[in-house]
């Protein structure tokens, strides 16, 4: 919480592990993530690092072709086609499903009010969809209220090393058609796409996947 921590609105919605007045470990579904985030608890998903295997470790060769092999799966995974997809569904050029109904989103100017919100909406979703903890981080600007997307892959050996993947969701100008797809709907893919092609492999370190 930005200030003292209310355990009773907590546990209106889910249930309370432990808490140190500032601070809370809860159980909640994605609904209640989203509810605490929309009152400006700052929501960050904890999940359990897989077991670590218990055969022996390979030699630097054996991994090193391992790891090649991957990558070039990864990069094999993002096609042109794929790519075109993404940007399409960002900048209105594909209809999406937001919330089980059919939408195009033709801005994401974020005083459209009703548009970026369906557009945070289908970026919150396509990582759920991925299996991934995905939830908002509300905050306040220049007096408006705002939200960021943002979902974790936990790190299965230093899980506290962070790297950031990340974009801006928003765009210009603030005309209720506003594709942006170089605004930034192309970066947008980039991250959704690669949440897409890393979020299935394990990693030492923790990634966290944005869209401001």
């Given amino acids: ?9 907590i546990e209106r919605r889910g249930e309370i592990v432990v808490h140190d007045g500032r601070t809370a470990l809860a159980l909640l579904d994605q609904a209640g993530a989203d509810a605490l985030a929309e009152e400006g608890m700052e929501i960050a998903a904890v999940l359990p690092p897989p077991p670590r295997p218990s055969a022996p ?3 630097p060769l054996a991994v090193r072709r391992c790891w090649e092999e991957g990558i070039q799966e990864i990069i094999a995974a993002v096609t042109e086609g794929v790519v075109w997809d993404a940007i399409g569904d ?3 050029e594909n209809s999406v499903v937001v919330e089980g109904r059919p939408y195009v ?3 994401r100017n974020s005083y459209q009010a009703v548009p970026i919100q369906k557009a945070a909406q289908y970026c919150l979703e396509y990582f759920q969809g991925l299996g ?6 509300a905050y306040t600007w220049n007096g408006n209220a705002w939200r960021n997307v943002f979902a974790v892959q936990t790190g299965t050996v230093n899980p506290d090393n962070l790297y950031v993947i990340c974009g801006h969701l ?16 192309s970066g947008c893919a980039a991250v959704l796409l690669a ?3 890393l979020s299935s492999r394990r990693f030492e370190n923790t990634i966290r996947y944005v869209l401001f």
């Fill in 132 to 137: 991934l903890g995905a939830s908002f981080h």
């Fill in 170 to 185: 928003d765009d210009m100008p603030t005309a209720a058609a506003a594709p942006g797809a170089d605004d930034n709907a």
């Fill in 105 to 107: 989103i033709q801005t």
């Fill in 57 to 59: 470790r390979p030699g």
């Fill in 195 to 197: 949440a897409a092609v």
């Fill in 90 to 92: 960002l900048s209105g």
């Fill in 1 to 9: 919480a930005r200030g003292a921590l209310d355990p009773a609105a």
